[in-house]
């Protein structure tokens, strides 16, 4: 609708700091505000996933080695378990491993070799997001709210500062 002869509009008012989060999620299709750009970065809950799947059970196997090798048993048995991915097949052979053994152990490779394959996949797979192109507060370019006071504590005065 035209605006009628003698009347003008305004700019809308500008928002306030805390409603300018610094990045926002983007789904296809999405309108993208004023002052917002289209940025990939890599999938970071698949990269978390894979570092933590294959660290907790390289961790476990790099354990049992070293307590192994402490109690002085033999390096040749428990040694191939410090190598990640296929040290814990090499074991199953090198350790005589039956039964519950080899069930673990295999376990101990596939969660490796998971936690890998996770990680490939979380930096092939890039996540697509909005991150605001402006400053929001001249004092601060990154954060113009923060979720924790800032304290000070000087020789003989104390400062407390919290932006919101």
Do not use: C
């Not at 969660?111 to 697509?128: D, I, K, R, S, T």
């Not at 991150?131 to 709210?145: G, I, L, M, N, T």
């Amino acid at each position: 609708m035209p605006v009628p002869p003698g009347y003008y509009l305004l700019p809308p008012p500008p928002l306030p700091p805390w409603a300018n989060p610094r990045t926002i999620q983007y789904e296809e299709g999405d309108p993208i505000p004023r002052g917002y750009a289209l940025k990939t970065r890599a999938d970071r809950a698949l990269v978390g996933a894979g570092l933590l799947t294959f660290g907790i059970s390289y961790a476990l196997s790099f354990t049992v080695a070293g307590v192994a090798i402490l109690a002085e048993e033999d390096f040749d048995e428990f040694g191939p378990l410090f190598i990640p991915f296929v040290g814990p097949m090499i074991g199953t052979s090198t350790l005589d491993a039956e039964g519950a053994g080899i069930f673990w152990l295999t376990a101990g490779a596939v969660a490796q070799v998971g936690g890998l394959l996770l990680f490939a996949a979380g930096l092939a797979n890039e996540e697509v997001y909005l991150e605001r192109q402006f400053k929001v507060s001249p004092r601060d370019p990154e954060h113009a709210a923060s979720p924790w006071p800032a304290i000070s504590i000087g020789a003989s005065s104390a400062e407390l500062r919290w932006r919101f």
